[in-house]
């Protein structure tokens, strides 16, 4: 049985989280509740002040259990940095959601949850843990900011559950990106057996995924009809490449040509000069 199979077992005995101030990990594993089949709706979160006795269905963000992080001895990860609540869920059920969610093998779905847990979660689990003063968070701070004294129990419960609903999709997309990216990344390995390579007009590869290989440009046909040359950092066009036959603009991180020939001749230029300086 998978993780998310046994979590949706456990909430048929019920769900809770805290009451009173919401946070961006407590919203955001409500979250990812709603959007991997856990739970129907956020509607069904009860925000309790204390887990009840004998409760045996899902607790996360209080209580103590699996996904609190309040406890002594709560939960850090293998480089030390303590996990929020959204942290522990999602080192339970990433993996899984994407791998079922993208129909991908369990490689590429563990590297894109381990993506997402870097470069998304931990920075807000760093400002849930030990303040916004010492891990500033964008995302963080809008969500704290829903916040208001002034409302009822039930006005910020309404409102938690407004905006866990809310950032459903976006969490979505955003879990999407990372593997995009991990996939993309297995791909330009795969394609980097030469200095430049061309792509079709319908290839769906992040320039950013040739990080790191031999690749240092890429030519690809544009929806304008031209031909452009993007870099792959650190390499750069040089604006003097405006002068070059065919070309028709230079821009941040590359240059577009009239015809791919044009292009060719402009990549095999740059590679011949890259090779010169580095003798």
């Not at 996990?83 to 093998?105: H, P, Q, R, S």
């Not at 690749?215 to 009809?225: A, C, F, L, P, T």
Request: glycine share 6%; with cysteine; hydrophobic share 35%.
């Amino acid at each position: 049985m998978t993780n998310i199979e046994i979590l949706k077992n456990l909430v048929k005995n019920g769900v809770v989280t805290h009451s009173s101030r919401f946070h961006a990990d407590d919203v955001l594993s409500a979250a990812l509740l709603k959007i991997s089949g856990i739970i129907s709706d956020v509607s069904v979160i009860q925000r309790v002040g204390r887990v009840p006795q004998d409760f045996d269905g899902l607790a996360f963000d209080i209580g103590g259990g699996e996904f609190d992080h309040h406890q002594q001895d709560a939960r850090v990860r293998p480089n030390g940095n303590k996990y929020a609540a959204f942290g522990l869920l999602w080192n339970a059920v990433g993996a899984e959601y994407i791998a079922g969610k993208y129909k991908t093998d369990i490689k590429t779905a563990n590297d894109a949850a381990e993506k997402f847990d870097v470069e998304f979660i931990t920075p807000m689990d760093l400002s849930d843990n030990f303040g916004t003063k010492k891990y500033p968070n964008t995302l963080s701070s809008i969500i704290a900011s829903m916040n208001n004294p002034k409302y009822t129990n039930q006005e910020t419960n309404n409102i938690f559950t407004e905006t866990a609903n809310y950032y459903c999709k976006p969490l979505e997309r955003a879990i999407y990106n990372s593997y995009k990216f991990t996939k993309d990344k297995i791909q330009a390995q795969i394609l980097a057996v030469s200095d430049f390579i061309t792509l079709p007009l319908d290839a769906d590869i992040d320039r950013s995924a040739f990080e790191g290989t031999k690749v240092k440009y890429i030519i690809k046909e544009s929806h304008r009809g031209t031909y452009n040359i993007t870099t792959i950092e650190p390499y750069k066009i040089p604006v003097e490449y405006i002068k070059m036959p065919g070309c028709v603009q230079v821009y941040s991180i590359g240059a577009a040509f009239d015809t791919y020939d044009n292009a060719l001749n402009a990549a095999e230029h740059l590679i011949k000069n890259i090779q010169i300086k580095s003798m």
